[in-house]
């Protein structure tokens, strides 16, 4: 909560491997209370339906949410911009969001932001949030990595954001897809400067 208003926060969905760690993220955001605003690109949509299913459309995502993590993620508020609308609120850095994740961030995108390019409201918003100095976490997802992705990695790096690869770890011996997302859910609201237990925190042995 910020001045008994819902806390703003900015969530992108592109065209990586990873559906997966986008709903879980949103959904962990949701049942914080958070007032979520989700921008899907075209790619993004696509890989939701195609490593989800049809439930997990970007039409079907609360329903879907609902029944996969609970009615807790009824305690936040979404709402959803068009990847073409550059006049949406998160556009502006006079909109009180304060922070944004990319969760799956594809090298296209990646690309865009760390030259600055502002093509679509992915993009955009995440340039607000880089020039207004607010978080900004991406989480990219490629293998192998090009130079280039390598270099837009540091060039996003250097000017502010927060490089949250897509790697989950195996120290916390996931039984499940699930455990895996959780891993990288918990690694984004981290970043994001959220508390969780959605992984048990490093005691100094497994
Ligand atoms: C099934 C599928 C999987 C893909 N996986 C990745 C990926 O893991 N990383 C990536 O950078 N691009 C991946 N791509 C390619 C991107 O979707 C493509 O570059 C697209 O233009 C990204 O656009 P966006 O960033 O606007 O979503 C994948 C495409 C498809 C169809």
Not at 136 to 153: G, W
Not at 168 to 182: E, G, I, T, V
Request: overall charge neutral.
């Amino acid at each position: 909560m910020a001045d008994g208003k819902p806390l703003k926060i900015a969530l992108a969905i592109t065209g990586a491997s990873g559906a997966l760690y986008a709903v879980r993220t949103l959904a962990e955001l949701l049942a914080r209370g958070v007032h979520v605003e989700l921008v899907v690109s075209d790619y993004g949509r696509r890989l939701l339906r195609d490593e989800l299913g049809d439930e997990a459309t970007l039409e079907k995502l609360l329903p879907y949410l609902t029944s996969k993590y609970g009615g807790t993620v009824s305690a936040g508020a979404l709402s959803v911009h068009s990847n073409r609308d550059l006049g949406a609120t998160i556009a502006s850095g006079s909109h009180n969001c304060s922070a944004m994740a990319i969760v799956p961030c594809s090298m296209k995108t990646l690309a865009g932001i760390a030259h600055g390019l502002s093509r679509n409201l992915v993009e955009r918003a995440a340039d607000v949030m880089l020039k207004e100095r607010r978080r900004l976490v991406i989480v990219p997802r490629e293998t192998p990595m090009s130079l280039p992705a390598l270099k837009n990695m540091v060039l996003c790096a250097e000017a502010g954001a927060m490089i949250v690869p897509a790697m989950p770890a195996f120290y916390q011996q996931p039984k499940s897809l699930d455990d895996l997302a959780d891993f990288m859910a918990g690694k984004i609201l981290s970043a994001l400067g959220f508390e969780h237990d959605l992984y048990p925190a490093w005691t100094g042995q497994v």
